[in-house]
Protein backbone atom coordinates (compact mmCIF):
# COMPACT_ATOMS: atom_id res chain seq x y z
CA UNK A 1 0.00 0.00 0.00
CA UNK A 2 1.25 3.62 -0.67
CA UNK A 3 2.37 5.77 1.76
CA UNK A 4 0.73 9.10 2.77
CA UNK A 5 2.69 11.94 1.27
CA UNK A 6 2.67 14.40 4.23
CA UNK A 7 3.16 18.53 3.86
CA UNK A 8 6.17 20.26 5.55
CA UNK A 9 3.91 21.30 8.16
CA UNK A 10 2.50 18.19 8.93
CA UNK A 11 5.59 16.30 9.12
CA UNK A 12 6.42 19.22 11.52
CA UNK A 13 3.38 18.22 13.44
CA UNK A 14 3.92 14.91 13.92
CA UNK A 15 7.87 15.43 15.02
CA UNK A 16 5.83 17.37 17.47
CA UNK A 17 3.46 14.97 18.89
CA UNK A 18 7.07 13.04 18.90
CA UNK A 19 8.56 15.60 20.98
CA UNK A 20 5.39 15.70 23.47
CA UNK A 21 5.50 11.99 23.75
CA UNK A 22 9.15 12.01 25.06
CA UNK A 23 8.82 14.38 27.37
CA UNK A 24 5.90 12.20 28.98
CA UNK A 25 7.57 9.67 28.78
CA UNK A 26 10.78 11.20 30.99
CA UNK A 27 7.79 12.91 33.78
CA UNK A 28 5.94 8.87 33.49
CA UNK A 29 9.60 7.74 34.77
CA UNK A 30 9.05 10.32 37.86
CA UNK A 31 5.99 9.35 39.00
CA UNK A 32 3.58 11.63 36.70
CA UNK A 33 0.07 10.49 35.31
CA UNK A 34 -1.20 11.96 32.10
CA UNK A 35 -4.87 11.56 30.89
CA UNK A 36 -5.50 10.46 26.93
CA UNK A 37 -6.12 13.96 25.20
CA UNK A 38 -3.04 15.68 26.31
CA UNK A 39 -1.63 14.56 22.86
CA UNK A 40 -2.90 16.83 20.20
CA UNK A 41 -5.06 15.88 17.48
CA UNK A 42 -3.94 17.15 14.20
CA UNK A 43 -6.11 19.83 13.19
CA UNK A 44 -7.80 19.97 9.10
CA UNK A 45 -4.87 22.65 8.04
CA UNK A 46 -1.86 22.72 10.59
CA UNK A 47 -0.16 26.62 10.05
CA UNK A 48 2.68 27.61 11.08
CA UNK A 49 1.13 29.63 13.55
CA UNK A 50 -0.67 26.71 15.23
CA UNK A 51 3.16 24.74 14.98
CA UNK A 52 4.26 28.05 16.79
CA UNK A 53 1.77 27.74 19.27
CA UNK A 54 2.23 24.15 19.61
CA UNK A 55 6.45 24.56 20.32
CA UNK A 56 5.56 26.69 23.17
CA UNK A 57 3.95 23.70 25.09
CA UNK A 58 7.08 21.90 26.84
CA UNK A 59 8.66 21.71 30.50
CA UNK A 60 6.37 22.77 33.05
CA UNK A 61 3.35 23.22 30.92
CA UNK A 62 3.41 19.21 30.43
CA UNK A 63 4.09 18.47 33.55
CA UNK A 64 1.45 20.84 34.53
CA UNK A 65 -0.93 18.83 32.32
CA UNK A 66 -0.66 15.58 34.32
CA UNK A 67 -0.81 14.31 38.52
CA UNK A 68 2.08 13.48 39.98
CA UNK A 69 1.57 9.85 42.03
CA UNK A 70 4.60 8.87 43.42
CA UNK A 71 3.82 4.89 44.80
CA UNK A 72 6.07 4.67 47.91
CA UNK A 73 6.40 1.69 49.52
CA UNK A 74 8.71 0.21 52.42
CA UNK A 75 10.83 -3.02 52.11
CA UNK A 76 11.60 -4.43 54.96
CA UNK A 77 15.00 -5.38 53.67
CA UNK A 78 18.21 -4.97 55.98
CA UNK A 79 20.26 -1.86 54.75
CA UNK A 80 17.79 -0.93 51.85
CA UNK A 81 16.05 2.38 52.00
CA UNK A 82 12.34 2.49 51.22
CA UNK A 83 11.51 2.45 47.24
CA UNK A 84 9.50 4.44 45.07
CA UNK A 85 8.13 0.99 43.03
CA UNK A 86 5.06 2.56 40.82
CA UNK A 87 6.57 5.30 38.78
CA UNK A 88 7.74 2.60 36.30
CA UNK A 89 4.28 1.00 36.42
CA UNK A 90 2.74 4.14 35.68
CA UNK A 91 5.36 4.55 32.50
CA UNK A 92 4.34 1.41 31.14
CA UNK A 93 0.54 2.16 31.55
CA UNK A 94 1.03 5.37 29.97
CA UNK A 95 3.05 3.78 26.85
CA UNK A 96 -0.10 1.61 26.15
CA UNK A 97 -2.93 3.78 27.08
CA UNK A 98 -1.47 6.96 24.68
CA UNK A 99 -0.56 4.46 22.21
CA UNK A 100 -1.98 6.23 18.48
CA UNK A 101 -0.98 4.38 15.01
CA UNK A 102 1.92 6.79 12.81
CA UNK A 103 0.35 7.88 10.37
CA UNK A 104 2.63 6.92 7.66
CA UNK A 105 1.51 3.39 8.40
CA UNK A 106 -1.06 1.24 6.18
CA UNK A 107 -4.43 0.69 7.94
CA UNK A 108 -3.93 -3.20 7.59
CA UNK A 109 -0.28 -2.68 9.86
CA UNK A 110 -2.10 -0.18 12.17
CA UNK A 111 -4.79 -2.61 12.72
CA UNK A 112 -2.45 -5.37 13.40
CA UNK A 113 -0.18 -3.02 16.33
CA UNK A 114 -3.62 -1.94 17.34
CA UNK A 115 -4.19 -5.78 18.10
CA UNK A 116 -0.86 -5.67 19.80
CA UNK A 117 -1.80 -3.57 21.64
CA UNK A 118 -4.84 -4.78 23.46
CA UNK A 119 -3.48 -8.00 23.70
CA UNK A 120 -0.68 -6.18 26.01
CA UNK A 121 -2.98 -4.09 27.91
CA UNK A 122 -4.56 -7.46 28.61
CA UNK A 123 -2.60 -9.10 29.85
CA UNK A 124 -1.15 -6.22 32.15
CA UNK A 125 -4.56 -5.24 33.56
CA UNK A 126 -5.22 -8.93 34.14
CA UNK A 127 -1.82 -9.69 36.03
CA UNK A 128 -2.76 -6.85 38.32
CA UNK A 129 -6.16 -8.11 39.13
CA UNK A 130 -5.37 -11.43 40.00
CA UNK A 131 -1.12 -10.59 41.86
CA UNK A 132 -1.74 -7.05 42.90
CA UNK A 133 -0.57 -3.86 41.80
CA UNK A 134 2.63 -3.75 44.02
CA UNK A 135 3.52 -7.24 42.83
CA UNK A 136 3.32 -6.22 39.41
CA UNK A 137 5.23 -2.55 39.94
CA UNK A 138 8.07 -4.61 42.04
CA UNK A 139 8.71 -6.98 39.27
CA UNK A 140 8.79 -4.17 36.56
CA UNK A 141 11.25 -2.38 38.69
CA UNK A 142 13.19 -5.08 38.67
CA UNK A 143 13.29 -5.30 34.75
CA UNK A 144 12.57 -1.71 33.81
CA UNK A 145 15.18 -1.25 31.10
CA UNK A 146 13.88 -4.37 29.43
CA UNK A 147 9.97 -4.13 30.21
CA UNK A 148 10.35 -0.80 28.59
CA UNK A 149 12.13 -2.01 25.66
CA UNK A 150 9.64 -4.54 24.75
CA UNK A 151 6.60 -2.64 25.37
CA UNK A 152 7.63 0.02 22.97
CA UNK A 153 8.42 -3.04 20.40
CA UNK A 154 5.27 -4.83 20.30
CA UNK A 155 3.64 -1.58 19.89
CA UNK A 156 5.41 0.28 17.32
CA UNK A 157 7.82 -2.72 16.12
CA UNK A 158 7.28 -5.34 13.54
CA UNK A 159 4.44 -8.00 14.06
CA UNK A 160 5.77 -10.60 11.77
CA UNK A 161 9.01 -11.98 11.56
CA UNK A 162 10.08 -14.71 8.39
CA UNK A 163 12.78 -15.55 11.10
CA UNK A 164 10.89 -16.11 14.38
CA UNK A 165 7.80 -17.91 12.28
CA UNK A 166 5.94 -14.72 11.96
CA UNK A 167 5.34 -14.17 15.81
CA UNK A 168 8.08 -11.68 16.57
CA UNK A 169 5.43 -9.64 18.28
CA UNK A 170 4.12 -12.63 20.35
CA UNK A 171 7.40 -13.46 21.77
CA UNK A 172 7.92 -9.92 23.41
CA UNK A 173 4.51 -10.21 24.70
CA UNK A 174 5.56 -13.50 26.05
CA UNK A 175 8.45 -11.93 27.30
CA UNK A 176 6.56 -9.43 28.94
CA UNK A 177 4.26 -11.21 30.54
CA UNK A 178 7.61 -12.68 32.02
CA UNK A 179 8.44 -10.18 33.50
CA UNK A 180 4.91 -8.56 35.29
CA UNK A 181 4.48 -11.88 36.48
CA UNK A 182 7.91 -12.76 37.98
CA UNK A 183 8.14 -16.29 36.73
CA UNK A 184 7.15 -18.05 33.27
CA UNK A 185 3.34 -18.13 32.02
CA UNK A 186 1.72 -22.06 32.66
CA UNK A 187 0.73 -23.60 29.94
CA UNK A 188 -2.73 -22.27 30.66
CA UNK A 189 -1.76 -18.82 30.47
CA UNK A 190 0.05 -19.18 27.04
CA UNK A 191 -2.81 -20.78 25.02
CA UNK A 192 -5.51 -18.01 26.58
CA UNK A 193 -3.38 -15.05 25.37
CA UNK A 194 -2.89 -16.94 21.98
CA UNK A 195 -7.10 -17.45 22.27
CA UNK A 196 -7.32 -13.69 22.84
CA UNK A 197 -4.82 -12.87 20.05
CA UNK A 198 -5.90 -15.05 17.70
CA UNK A 199 -9.50 -13.79 18.45
CA UNK A 200 -8.38 -9.91 17.73
CA UNK A 201 -7.30 -10.71 14.00
CA UNK A 202 -10.83 -11.97 13.50
Given at each position: MKKKRLTPNQKAFYAEVERIKRAMARYRKKGY???DDIIPEKPQRVTKKYLAELKKFKGKKIAAEGEYKPFRMDIDFPDEPPRIVA?????????IRMWQPKFEWSDKFA???RQDKNTIERLLDGTI???GEVKVAMNLESNAEEAIRLVEAILYGNSGDARDGGD????SIVAFGRIIKGRSLTMEESVELTEFADAQMV
Open positions: VFSAILNHVRGLEIKAEDYARA
